[in-house]
């Protein structure tokens, strides 16, 4: 909770170190483009120079779903409307930054908005490389999902949702090869580090859920891929756990740095040159307050620890446990473990002890609301409510 963003649409606390500041300290020049969605509401603003964590270079949206019609804030904070796909116009934006600073260190965050919703806001020439009739659903798939924001839906509508969102990962597969071919072409490869990764994924009717929020697989279990010429990184796949908090301390420590401040992240950089070094013994997966379709579908407030193939989650509305699955037998989380033998009940338990160690270290086992008064988010809620037209909390 150090960065008080508990939930979509509330603003981060610019005090906090960023790897923006690392980058600028070493010398580096820091870029941001694509979406932001660190500052509140408005969702259209122009985020202020002291609220944007001390990158230098400045092309954002801060939170825009409109893929077909992008627009950018420059450092000055004049809008931008562009023609064309919106990760094609920003990673126009991201070579033009390479260029211009290629012969000096450099770091860039680049935040395309897909494949989230809308999976059809994507140019036609995608969409034709996907059938929705001849595609496959995860066998966690009902044949209907009562909970999503359009209302209920069936598995064809599932399917051509998948179709879109397909369409969206085919589009940003040729973006990011553009951006590697770019770093190729400047003669950069072996001295950058490039990495691919996403904050969410998609339950795409998983469970019977749309969307995210949510500790399944689909949902939480995202991308992570790291390359480049470095010569100290090693070749393969590696199984080991790390999570997003950690992601961060892990490259900077690749080139030699590190956070001057305490942070949560672990620096877990002997993985990408050690084919012997461990990841985090355990992840502490949470969702402190369930917002928009999320608070919509009736989620509860949940924590949840990853360790080893087990997954054990609990619900803080009602202070129950939810789920405990075993996800090497078990990869679609169809067998819920809790209350099933002797031995996953002790497993429950150990986990439960562990997950609350985790709590205590992060935050508290409350729900939503009592978090939000603990942590005085109570103004920023409410403003984040009343954009939406939603019901604020009493604020007495």
Not at 6 to 14: Q, V
Not at 217 to 238: D, F, K, N, W
Request: hydrophobic share 35%.
């Amino acid at each position: 909770m150090k960065h008080r963003a508990a939930a979509n649409d509330l603003p981060i606390d610019t005090s906090l170190e960023s790897v923006a500041h690392v980058l600028n300290r070493a010398g580096y020049q820091s870029g941001y483009i694509g979406k932001w969605h660190l500052a509140g509401v408005p969702r259209e603003q122009a985020v202020a120079p002291e609220n944007r964590l001390g990158f230098q270079h400045w092309k954002v949206r801060q939170c825009s779903h409109d893929y077909l019609k992008p627009e950018y804030h420059d450092k000055e904070g004049v809008l931008h409307q562009c023609p064309g796909y919106e990760p094609a116009v920003q990673t126009d934006l991201a070579q033009a930054f390479i260029r211009e600073h290629q012969d000096q260190p450099w770091g860039l965050v680049l935040s395309w908005g897909p494949p989230h919703d809308p999976y059809a806001a994507v140019p036609d020439r995608y969409k034709t490389l996907f059938d929705p009739d001849k595609l496959s659903l995860r066998p966690n798939v009902p044949e209907r999902i009562e909970k999503s924001y359009r209302g209920p839906l069936d598995r064809d509508a599932i399917r051509h949702d998948l179709a879109g969102y397909y369409a969206h990962i085919a589009a940003l597969d040729e973006q990011f090869g553009r951006l590697v071919q770019h770093v190729k072409d400047l003669g950069l490869w072996e001295n950058t580090l490039i990495v691919y990764s996403s904050d969410h994924g998609d339950l795409m009717g998983s469970q019977g859920f749309t969307q995210k929020q949510l500790p399944y697989e689909e949902s939480a279990h995202v991308p992570l891929l790291i390359g480049g010429g470095l010569p100290q990184l090693r070749q393969g796949t590696c199984c080991e756990l790390i999570g997003l908090v950690d992601l961060f301390p892990t490259l900077l420590g690749a080139l030699g740095l590190s956070y001057a401040s305490d942070i949560d992240g672990s620096d877990l950089s002997a993985l990408l040159s050690d084919s012997s070094a461990k990841g985090r013994e355990a992840l502490y997966l949470n969702n402190p307050i369930p917002c928009h379709f999320g608070a919509d579908r009736g989620d509860a407030s949940w924590r949840a620890i990853r360790k080893g193939s087990y997954c054990f989650a609990m619900n803080l509305d009602d202070g129950t446990d939810w789920f405990l699955y075993d996800l090497a037998k078990d990869p679609y989380q169809q067998e819920n473990l809790l209350m099933k033998t002797p031995e996953m009940d002790r497993l429950a338990s150990e986990l439960r002890q562990e997950l609350f160690c985790m709590v205590q270290a992060y935050d508290d086992a409350l729900p939503g609301e009592q978090l939000i008064a603990k942590y005085q988010l109570t103004e920023a809620w409410n403003t984040s409510q009343r954009f939406f037209n939603l019901p604020a909390l009493n604020e007495s």
